[in-house]
């Protein structure tokens, strides 16, 4: 079985300060995937990353790809409010064109 | 606004009854994707459809669940015999040909008392 484990599980910080958010698996991934999901919201997309060693930014939002595609991280810098939610990796599964497997999340909380 | 829209955002049922829910996915995605998120969970994949075609059911999909994509645009999730166990949120997600670009809905949010 492919399992995703993300930590940590929670993470409450002030604007400003930095985080990263990590994503572990003892399988080999294809790709990776970010996601953002709100309270009562379903996830959004932010990043796909492909080749090992893959690093992807997105503004303020640094995203890596284990070199040997079996891990990825997320690094925010100068973390703003709008930055809180629940942040999920995903991964494809490898007996399935059409399923991701998710890890559980990390919820991150932004205070002002 | 033209994405992923799911009827009812809520629903509070009775264990043992019926519930039906629906998706309608963006306008030409021909593969759409049902998933069950519990509190602290991540999305769990339930099952997906290429056009009106089910290729896919997770084991955690049991003979009291039923999907259907009549004309391969919107679909239904069907849960007979609710039971407590069923509370959770249910997430529709469509996309394009490659499913891993997918876009979810808001989901139903599902409480069995």
């Known amino acids: 079985t492919q399992l995703l484990e993300q930590s940590p599980q929670f993470l409450s910080i002030q604007e400003g300060e930095n985080l990263t958010v990590y994503c572990n698996s003892s399988?080999?991934?294809?790709?990776l995937q970010w996601y953002r999901q709100e309270p009562g919201e379903g996830p959004v997309l932010l990043v796909t990353v492909v080749t090992g060693g893959e690093v992807k930014k997105l503004k303020r939002l640094t995203f890596q790809f284990g070199d040997a595609r079996k891990d990825s991280s997320l690094h925010i810098t100068a973390a703003q409010t709008g930055d809180t939610g629940l942040y999920l990796c995903a991964g494809p599964l490898t007996d399935s064109w059409g399923k991701l497997q998710f890890g559980a999340g990390t919820q991150v909380v932004v205070t002002p | 606004d033209t994405g992923v829209s799911q009827n009812p955002r809520h629903k509070i049922t009775k264990r043992g009854q019926n519930v039906t829910f629906r998706c309608d996915p963006i306008s030409e995605h021909n593969r759409l994707y049902w998933y069950r998120q519990t509190l602290g969970q991540g999305p769990e994949f339930l099952t997906y459809f290429q056009n009106e075609a089910q290729l896919e059911k997770s084991r955690l999909l049991s003979d009291r669940f039923s999907a259907e994509r009549p004309k391969g645009s919107f679909s239904t999730l069907e849960i007979q015999r609710t039971e407590q166990g069923d509370s959770a949120m249910y997430l529709c997600?469509?996309?394009?040909?490659?499913?891993?670009?997918?876009?979810f809905g808001p989901g139903t949010r599902l409480t069995v008392t």
């Open positions: 997600a469509s996309s394009l040909g490659s499913y891993l670009r997918q876009y």
């Open positions: 399988s080999v991934f294809s790709s």
